[in-house]
C-alpha cells in the first residue's frame, strides 16, 4: 500500500509558507535534515540520533524528503548493502532557515528559564 501524504499539493493560494511547510512541516523532518547536515548519513546513526520517532516513520520522512529533492539516497552493492543520506543543494539552502530556527529556540528556552 502506497503512503499517500495528505497535504503534499495543498497550496489553494499559492502561499511560499504552506509551500515551505508542505516540504519541510511536521514534527521530524527538520530535526532529519539537521542530523543529516551533522554527518548521521545512514540509516541507523538516524535513529541513534532521533531515538524517539518510530523505523517506519523515519522512512516515511526519509522517502518524502528524497521524493522533494532535500537528501540524496546512495545505495553501496555492497554486502550487507549501505545506504547514505546526504543533503542536496536544495537541503543545503535550508541550513540557514534552520539555523534561524535554532537561533529563536535558544532565546526561547533562556527566556523560560529565566522566568521559572
Known sequence: ???????K???????????CMNKIGGKWKILIIYAVSKNCDRFS?????????SKQMLVNQLRELEEDGIL??????EVPPRVEYKLTNQGLSLMPVIGVL???????????????
Not at 9 to 18: A, E, I, M
Open 1 to 7: 500500500m502506497d503512503n499517500i501524504r495528505k497535504n
Open 9 to 19: 499539493d495543498f497550496n489553494p493560494y499559492n502561499c511560499p509558507v504552506t509551500h
Open 45 to 53: 546513526k538516524l535513529k541513534k540520533a532521533i531515538p524517539v520517532i
Open 72 to 77: 540524496e539516497r546512495t545505495v553501496y552493492a
Open 102 to 116: 535554532q537561533d529563536w529556540g535558544i532565546k526561547d528556552l533562556q527566556g523560560a528559564l529565566a522566568g521559572s
